[in-house]
């Protein structure tokens, strides 16, 4: 872009227009999110941003370095084909490197993942105790009323165990006996 008039009569790179007799830049359209605009004089988008990619506008390539026009996904998140932005990986998923077009995999027995993790077993996402985490966990899950562990990294809720002969244990989620 950089071209505030139509001098050299064409739409720019990163810009298309389907019409006749254009007299400023102003009257060509930027190429919208999740698509690329490779030559002058475009008349329609080039085409949709690749996946592991994020095109925000005016992108000149499907696959653009780092920039105001889009770049690779980062760690953390995923951009399928015709990003606009990247995509938050999902809860209980994890995105580990760049450039993904979906998620990694699920997030570790005995860890929790929640939106943006980059690693399955995130050291802000060990299961904590009193609760069990299974495989592609997004939370915690509370051991039931009437048991406890004192562990962490707990997978199943067999690692909860019962309260203990003279001790009580009330509510969920309790890391100790009464």
Excluded: W
Excluded at 25 to 33: A, H
Excluded at 51 to 65: F, I, L
Aim: contains cysteine.
């Amino acid at each position: 872009a950089g071209m505030t008039d139509l001098s050299a009569h064409r739409c720019p790179l990163g810009t298309f227009s389907n019409s006749t007799f254009l007299s400023t830049i102003g009257e060509c359209s930027n190429c919208t999110g999740g698509h690329f605009c490779n030559t002058t004089a475009s008349t329609a988008e080039a085409g949709v941003c690749t996946g592991g990619y994020y095109c925000t506008g005016s992108a000149t390539t499907p696959t653009p370095s780092l920039g105001p026009t889009g770049g690779p996904c980062p760690a953390g998140a995923f951009c399928p084909p015709r990003s606009a932005a990247p995509t938050n990986c999902t809860a209980g998923q994890f995105c580990e490197g760049t450039m993904l077009s979906e998620p990694s995999a699920v997030c570790k027995v005995g860890y929790y993942c929640v939106e943006g993790t980059s690693t399955a077993t995130p050291s802000n996402g060990v299961c904590p105790p009193g609760n069990y985490c299974p495989s592609a966990s997004a939370a915690p899950t509370p051991c039931p009323e009437g048991t406890f562990s004192p562990d962490s990294g707990n997978h199943n809720v067999s690692n909860c165990v019962l309260c203990t002969a003279g001790h009580y244990c009330v509510g969920n989620g309790r890391a100790t006996a009464g």
